[in-house]
């Protein structure tokens, strides 16, 4: 069956540009999760949706990054003002039991 | 929180020797520990997981075991091939805690 999509592939913008990213899960999954990969690293937690509501926000690293997951499904992850230090990879996982996570493909991003 | 430690960093074989990689938790709490492949430019790949229940667990030429008392687990791979060369990640979730806490990853070369 299909797995967890994401778009953009990858995106390039400049610094100070706000940028969306979006993540399509795996259909029936009810939990959704947002990691970041910098160069090199292993991955860094960023947000947790159950549903539509986002019981652990901890991980965002400041205020420029939100999330919102709409009908259970679609979840936009957004970066205000970027900065150079925001580019790494980020990546969408999405859970039927909340356990065993299944990742997309990942956005690229580049800041410059 | 969690924290989980992963060595080697890299790790070279001829095709057809064995793999090992191992990772340490801090939180005695975690009780699911899932293994992920990432091959270049894609998303990671779960391939294996174990859960606090159980000691060990293999598929086919992977297997995990886990020492809950020592907090340690590890990756085995049999039989290496060069498509297994990849970076593998263990990580670990529980607890209070959905999201996954993630090693800092395992470049495996199977050199033919």
């Known amino acids: 069956g299909a797995g967890v999509s994401q778009s953009p592939s990858n995106k390039v913008t400049e610094k100070g540009k706000d940028v969306e990213l979006r993540c399509d899960p795996i259909?029936?999954?009810?939990?959704l999760y947002w990691y970041r990969q910098s160069l090199g690293q292993g991955l860094e937690f960023l947000i947790y949706f159950q549903g539509n509501s986002a019981p652990d926000k901890s991980g965002l690293p400041s205020d420029r990054f939100s999330a919102e997951r709409t009908g259970g499904s679609v979840s936009t992850l957004t970066i205000q003002r970027t900065q150079q230090e925001d580019s790494a990879v980020y990546l969408c996982?999405?859970?039927?039991?909340?356990?065993?996570?299944?990742f997309g493909p990942g956005t690229r991003l580049t800041v410059t | 929180g969690e924290n989980v430690e992963q060595h080697p960093s890299t790790l070279s074989v001829q095709e057809g020797d064995s793999a090992v990689i191992k990772c340490t938790y801090s939180?005695?709490?975690?009780?699911?520990f899932p293994w992920y492949k990432q091959e270049l430019g894609k998303g990671p790949q779960l391939i294996i997981d174990i859960r606090s229940n159980v000691g060990e667990k293999k598929d086919q030429r992977i297997a995990v075991t886990l020492n809950k008392t020592a907090k340690h687990f590890s990756l085995h791979i049999t039989e290496t091939q060069p498509e297994d060369s990849a970076v593998y990640f263990c990580a670990a979730s529980g607890g209070s805690a959905r999201q996954l806490t993630f090693g800092s990853g395992t470049q495996l070369t199977v050199l033919p």
């Open positions: 259909s029936g999954h009810t939990a």
């Open positions: 996982a999405s859970s039927f039991s909340g356990v065993e996570q299944y």
């Open positions: 939180d005695s709490a975690s009780n699911y």
